[in-house]
Each structure stands twice: as structure tokens, then as C-alpha cells.
């Protein structure tokens, strides 16, 4: 089974930009969640969607959108970038098991603001 | 605010020897805990998940979980120089806040 696959894998933007990163999950999980990672402040979720819904989201700027397709298929936007916004952005998939729900990881988006 | 505690490192171990990660957890809720190793600028892999008070074994990993003391571990036996990478320990978030809340990472070195 494939796993988790974003694109792209690395992206320069510049201040003010917006950008647009994309996930397709494993075949038949639902579930998809994104994280942000920089070297400071470790592992941050973003926010999850099931079912084409945003479920949970944590605590980052409005400048941070996300939607997922029928498909399962997910992307996030992040508007009017910021030198702060440059990280490894992962994206999470799972099958929704209530406890129980693992997720896996893609390979990410190096994302880097100049 | 739900807490995932753990040693950031580095921890030093000798090629061969059993390595040990551990991990503290605020809540006394939390029914699953995960394990994932992080190469250098790579994304997290699950290695193991646990659910229930006791080991559990997969190949060179246990996993111990004390739901008493809320911990819970992460050993790797015969460690190998493959091994060097950063363990997160996770929990699940029980909350609209966050879907899994990680702790910061313990780096592990195998030193030949």
C-alpha cells in the first residue's frame, strides 16, 4: 500500500507570497492532519480534517487554511507569508480509530521564506 | 494543558547495548501512547504503539507503559549505529485543540 505523499517536497517563497502544499493519504484513511516543525518549537499541530470537515485545529494565524476533497485528498494554504513561517510541514494520515487512530506521516514540504 | 514530557538528549549509548527512552504524560485519561523515530530531515515513523499496562515487543523495541506512574518507554536492544535519530513520544489529544500532542524529542546517539 502507498503511503502518505505530499507535494511539493521543497519550496522557496518570498515574504508576502502565498503558498499552496497538497496530501494524499493512504489509500482508505480519511482522517488527515497537518503539522507544522521548525527547530524551536518542535512538532505543532495545524489542523485535521475527516470527511471534507475540519475537526481540530490548533492554535496558529488565520494566514494558516486548510480543506480537504472527497477524495480525502487535503491542502493547505498559508497567505501573506512570514520569515517565520519557513519549516517542514507534514502532513498525517489515519483511519479514524477512535483511541486507537495511528497516524503516518509524509515525507513533507520544506518550506523556506526569504 | 495536557503535557508530554521527555529527555531532550543527547543520550549516548555504545553500539550493542540496550538503549532506553522514557517519557512522562500529565494525563491520567490517556489510553494510547506512541512511539516515532525522526531521522535528520525526515518525517516521523510510527515504530511502536502500546495500550495496555505492561511490555510490548516488536523485533529489537519494547515498549513499557505504567499508567501508574504515567510513563511510559521506549528499549532498544543490540542498539545499532541505524538507531542514532530523535524518539518522540506521543499521546492522543482528546480535545479540538490537537489531534496528537508529541513530546519534544530525545536524541539518541550509538556510538561504535
Known amino acids: 500500500k502507498a503511503g502518505v505523499t505530499q507535494t511539493p517536497r521543497y519550496l522557496i517563497k518570498t515574504r508576502g507570497q502565498q503558498v499552496t502544499l497538497s496530501c494524499s493519504p493512504i489509500?482508505?484513511?480519511?482522517?488527515v492532519s497537518w503539522y507544522q516543525q521548525t527547530p524551536g518549537q518542535g512538532l505543532q499541530f495545524l489542523f485535521e480534517?475527516?470527511?471534507?470537515?475540519?475537526?481540530n485545529k490548533g492554535n496558529f494565524p488565520g494566514r494558516f487554511s486548510g480543506r480537504q476533497f472527497s477524495n480525502s485528498r487535503s491542502e493547505m494554504n498559508v497567505s501573506t507569508l512570514e520569515l517565520g513561517d519557513s519549516a517542514l510541514y507534514l502532513c498525517?494520515?489515519?483511519?479514524?480509530?477512535?483511541?486507537?487512530?495511528?497516524?503516518?506521516f509524509g515525507p513533507g514540504t520544506r518550506l523556506t521564506v526569504t | 494543558q495536557k503535557e508530554v514530557e521527555q529527555n531532550s538528549g543527547p543520550l549516548s549509548v555504545p553500539e550493542g547495548a540496550i538503549a532506553s527512552l522514557n517519557c512522562t504524560y500529565s494525563?491520567?485519561?490517556?489510553?494510547?501512547f506512541f512511539w516515532y523515530r525522526q531521522y535528520s530531515g525526515k518525517s516521523p515513523e510510527l515504530i511502536m504503539s502500546?495500550?495496555?499496562?505492561g511490555d510490548k515487543e516488536d523485533g529489537r523495541f519494547t515498549a513499557q507503559l505504567n499508567k501508574a506512574s504515567q510513563y511510559v518507554s521506549l528499549l532498544i536492544r543490540d542498539s545499532q549505529p541505524s538507531d542514532s535519530a530523535t524518539y518522540l513520544c506521543?499521546?492522543?489529544?482528546?480535545?479540538?485543540?490537537?489531534?496528537?500532542?508529541f513530546g519534544s524529542g530525545t536524541r539518541l546517539s550509538i556510538r561504535p
Open positions: 498525517a494520515s489515519s483511519l479514524m480509530d477512535g483511541d486507537r487512530d495511528e497516524q503516518y
Open positions: 489509500s482508505g484513511h480519511r482522517s
Open positions: 480534517y475527516f470527511s471534507e470537515t475540519q475537526r
Open positions: 502500546i495500550y495496555s499496562n
Open positions: 494525563d491520567r485519561g490517556s489510553q494510547s
Open positions: 506521543a499521546v492522543p489529544g482528546y480535545s479540538s485543540a490537537s489531534k496528537i500532542i
